[in-house]
């Protein structure tokens, strides 16, 4: 994995043998680096090492950012060599995105794209993105995002947005029912249901969960038209961590075209805006 911020390099090498990334499904969201920092200028725009920077309501320092993240670069590689096993072909490009209000705490963190298709890699990624701390902020509410690259060992048959509408067709409507998951926990027989726990002013920001639009699914299909894996993105809100596992499960009852041999990889959008 290669992981840039700004002007800090955090390189860990993810995968082996052959460094060519794996091919992104053409169904993936343009990519975009967007950082919002101080810049003296008159027009509040540019580049350096890859990344834009644009204006907006507030400011973060590029050292407030690199403070942040840096202390995670080794948690969020290992997101990735800890739960990739035996599946050679993972691989893929990933962006998140962090909204932090005034005072400096982490108030939102999206997986703005993910052609990875493993939601446990996924979802470890922005558990460790959430426990990021930055200073604060000048002016205001900020968000900026960064990219992550992960090579695959082994290679994959990429299918594109044709393919992937007739291998899934009408069965992504089973996802409706995960929009009316039951995210309160039910009492068990016998036993009362467990209390809401007081949110106290240390405690960190709510995880959403409710139901995400917009969502672009990466699958890997196997022999016999099996799901090996699935993942998930979404550019406008939060991908929840029990609307996800709700997804994941109706998506391994899905019956896909027998990839003969290969192991292919595809993407489609649910709810698309």
């Keep these: 994995m290669r992981l840039v911020v700004l002007g800090l390099a955090l390189g860990v090498g993810c995968g082996g043998g052959s460094n060519k990334p794996v091919e992104k499904p053409s169904e993936q969201p343009k990519k975009v680096t967007r950082v919002p920092i101080e810049d003296d200028s008159e027009t509040g725009d540019g580049q350096e090492d890859g990344v834009t920077f644009v204006k907006t309501k507030g400011s973060i320092t590029r050292e407030a950012i690199e403070a942040g993240l840096a202390p995670h670069a080794g948690g969020l590689a290992d997101c990735y060599m800890s739960k990739v096993g035996k599946r050679r072909w993972l691989g893929g490009h990933v962006v998140l995105q962090w909204f932090i209000k005034g005072d400096g705490t982490v108030s939102s963190v999206r997986m703005i794209e993910s052609n990875l298709g493993s939601w446990a890699i996924e979802q470890c990624m922005l558990d460790i993105a959430w426990s990021a701390t930055f200073g604060k902020p000048n002016g205001g509410d900020v968000d900026f995002t960064l990219p992550f690259d992960f090579s695959a060992k082994g290679g994959s048959a990429v299918w594109d947005e044709d393919q992937a509408l007739r291998a899934v067709g009408g069965q992504l409507a089973v996802l409706d029912d995960c929009d009316d998951f039951e995210f309160e926990p ?33 699958l890997y299909v196997g022999p016999g038209g099996k799901l090996q894996s699935v993942g998930f993105a979404s550019a406008t809100t939060e991908v929840g961590q029990k609307w996800a596992a709700c997804a994941e499960q109706a998506a391994q009852s899905w019956r896909l075209p027998d990839p003969r041999g290969q192991i292919a990889k595809l993407a489609i959008r649910y709810k698309a805006e």
């Excluded at 009362?192 to 672009?216: I, L, Y």
């Design 186 to 218: 039910k009492p068990v027989k016998g036993k009362k249901a467990p209390k809401k726990k007081d949110v106290t002013a240390d405690d960190k920001p709510a995880r959403p969960e409710k139901a995400p639009s917009n969502v672009v699914m990466t």
